[in-house]
């Protein structure tokens, strides 16, 4: 596949309202270091990151997650209305008043306890042990960044730190593990903080303390940087001043990695990639960002994927981004990616829908057939 040329004025532009769908597929990257994928995500792309690090640790060699929880969090809250009998909280119910405060953290006036990290262990290796996932102990290799928003008030701070506690209990330790719970700078709320946002958006500017869309905040720093500068830490280089000119942001047939007849998938036709110019001689590293619900690219039209500071990090340190897309459906009109099994109860295994398309994707861009 061609891509368009980086430099040139409007080389590639959004429509809007985006695209439901696309010829142009998605290429195969031969100047791609299979040794260096790593993945981030906001808020259920954070938990689907974690979720997708743990399912695939022997490919993925780190992550990123701001307000995200653990592996199978909502598998085990208990119902606080059933002490004498243990009974497990439902899965929606646990992901909106426990694995976050979506919905407050009550149910039905009692709250429910936080998740647990013996629990999502417990999750992990039995669905090793069922060959659902790859054998945890690849992601002792691995390298991790949290970040917690001190005023994030949508995911507990309790949460993140059982996420900490579950990759310290699988052998991420010392310096590969990095938790920001955001004790300087100005204090976040629940979303994307970025040191400037520069880009033309129909939303206003959102400061740090807000949680508004398009979820992109202006804060004293940028997570991006952060979290790729902990991912691949050798020779890190500074920012690009203009990433439009120094990259191209291509859409691709993301249908293709999914049965789009089956709408409870919940995957938007058309997936975003881009690709640093220098990338077309040089060898480069993947990453796969994950939006937050409600920040895909027909919520908040380029907000994520231009504005979000990952692709001004990338174009100077050749790291192509993929940008997977979520869609709505009717047990995920907020469009959401997949942490609580709207897609089916495999959801966090490598055969999940949602878990196996974006597997497809990254298999194409390395040139690996599936069966590999």
Excluded at 9 to 30: G, N
Excluded at 54 to 80: D, R, Y
Excluded at 313 to 334: D, F, G, K, R, V
Excluded at 354 to 361: E, F, G, N, S, W
Aim: hydrophobic share 35%; net charge negative.
């Amino acid at each position: 596949m061609l891509l368009p040329v980086a430099g040139q004025a409007d080389h590639d532009p959004l429509a809007d309202p985006p695209p439901r769908s696309t010829s142009q597929k998605l290429p195969a990257i031969p100047t791609l270091d299979r040794s260096a994928i790593t993945v981030s995500g906001l808020s259920s792309g954070g938990f689907f990151a974690h979720q997708f690090h743990v399912a695939f640790s022997h490919l993925v060699k780190g992550a990123g997650i701001i307000a995200g929880g653990p592996f199978g969090c909502v598998e085990s809250i208990p119902n606080p209305w059933s002490p004498f009998w243990p009974a497990p909280l439902d899965r929606v119910s646990a992901a909106v008043v426990a694995c976050t405060h979506y919905y407050g953290d009550r149910y039905y006036g009692l709250r429910p306890s936080p998740p647990k990290n013996e629990d999502s262990l417990r999750v992990i290796r039995e669905a090793a042990d069922q060959g659902l996932i790859d054998n945890p102990s690849h992601l002792a290799d691995s390298r991790v960044w949290l970040f917690h928003g001190k005023s994030d008030a949508i995911v507990p701070l309790q949460v993140m730190e059982t996420l900490r506690q579950v990759y310290d209990t699988l052998g991420v330790h010392g310096s590969k593990l990095q938790f920001d719970r955001n004790q300087t700078g100005s204090a976040a709320n629940h979303g994307m903080p970025v040191s400037r946002f520069a880009g033309e958006s129909k939303f206003p500017i959102r400061e740090c303390s807000e949680h508004q869309p398009p979820f992109v905040i202006q804060c004293d720093y940028e997570a991006a940087v952060m979290l790729l500068r902990h991912l691949y830490p050798d020779d890190f280089k500074p920012a690009s001043d203009d990433p439009h000119r120094d990259g191209t942001l291509v859409a691709f047939n993301q249908s293709e990695f999914f049965n789009a007849s089956n709408a409870s998938v919940s995957l938007h036709g058309v997936g975003y990639l881009y690709v640093p110019a220098s990338c077309a001689a040089e060898p480069c590293r993947l990453h796969v960002a994950f939006h937050g619900c409600k920040q895909d690219v027909a919520s908040v039209h380029d907000d994520f994927i231009r504005d979000a500071g990952y692709n001004r990090w990338a174009a100077s340190n050749n790291i192509i981004i993929l940008y997977p897309q979520a869609t709505a459906s009717a047990a995920n009109p907020n469009r959401c990616w997949d942490f609580w099994g709207y897609s089916g109860s495999n959801y966090y295994g490598q055969n999940g829908p949602q878990m196996r398309a974006v597997k497809a994707m990254i298999d194409r861009l390395i040139g690996q057939s599936p069966q590999q």
